[in-house]
């Protein structure tokens, strides 16, 4: 949905990604398509998680990647620091009132 809203290029090189999303899935070139475009990253455990819900610092992160998609390149490994750092600020840029 999010990719199709973005009218993103469909990006699922490397693919797949993460082992609960496999190319047989329905959401596969949907999620491939975000990863690759930066708007989503995973958890620290490698998986995806279809079924799971999200919580305000994943839907942060997805909402700050999508204003600005950026095609991910060879430094896209997973940091769990830098991506705990990096939601805790875009919650901190998204829910901090206006001045």
Avoid at 15 to 26: A, E, I, S
Wanted: proline fraction near 6%; charged fraction near 15%; hydrophobic fraction near 40%.
């Amino acid at each position: 949905m999010a990719a199709n809203a973005l009218a993103l290029t469909t990006k699922t090189d490397g693919g797949p990604h993460f082992p609960d999303v496999g190319t047989d899935r329905w959401s596969y070139s949907f999620v491939e398509t975000l990863y690759n475009w930066s708007v989503v990253d995973g958890y620290p455990d490698g998986t995806f998680g279809p079924g799971k819900n999200i919580n305000r610092a994943e839907i942060a992160k997805m909402v700050v990647g999508a204003m600005n998609p950026s095609v991910r390149g060879s430094s896209g490994a997973f940091n769990v620091q830098t991506a705990t750092a990096t939601s805790a600020t875009m919650v901190d840029v998204m829910f901090q009132p206006e001045c």
